[in-house]
Nanobody, 122 residues
Framework: QLQASGGGLVQAGGSLRLSCAAS????????MSWFRQSPGKEREFVAGISWNGGSTHYADSVKGRFTISRDRVKNTVYLQMGSLKPEDTAVYLC?????????????????WGQGTLVTAPA
């Protein structure tokens, strides 16, 4: 299971850190990623990290503002979000990948957390 937390209401320009804790099946050999979904929009890839944290990948819309990291001992993935914009408002979901390196494609992920809501009003 994947449990996401850390969402909330933050002013535009502010920061938040999301966490995704994995329980049960270990995710240490799998890529982990964050996606987000806004009402009426498709779920979109935000950021992904490889199994050992050695490589990361970001959507262009968040590059330079968000940082993904993972603690393999704690089996937890983080998303540090900065300079938040109103368009970042969404439910953020973490997901465990099929492979060791992240993909931007939803079908490459086998497990999803329940999501945590981030709201950054204008």
């Amino acid at each position: 299971q994947l449990q996401a937390s850390g969402g909330g209401l933050v002013q535009a320009g502010g920061s938040l850190r999301l966490s995704c804790a994995a329980s049960g099946r270990t995710s240490s050999n799998n890529a982990m990623s964050w996606f987000r979904q806004s009402p009426g929009k498709e779920r979109e890839f935000v950021a992904g990290i490889s199994w050992n944290g050695g490589s990361t990948h970001y959507a262009d819309s968040v590059k330079g503002r968000f940082t993904i990291s993972r603690d393999r001992v704690k089996n937890t993935v983080y998303l540090q979000m900065g300079s938040l914009k109103p368009e970042d408002t969404a439910v953020y979901l973490c997901a465990r990948g099929l492979r060791s390196h992240p993909s931007t494609e939803r079908q490459e992920y086998t497990a999803w957390g329940q999501g945590t809501l981030v709201t950054a009003p204008a």
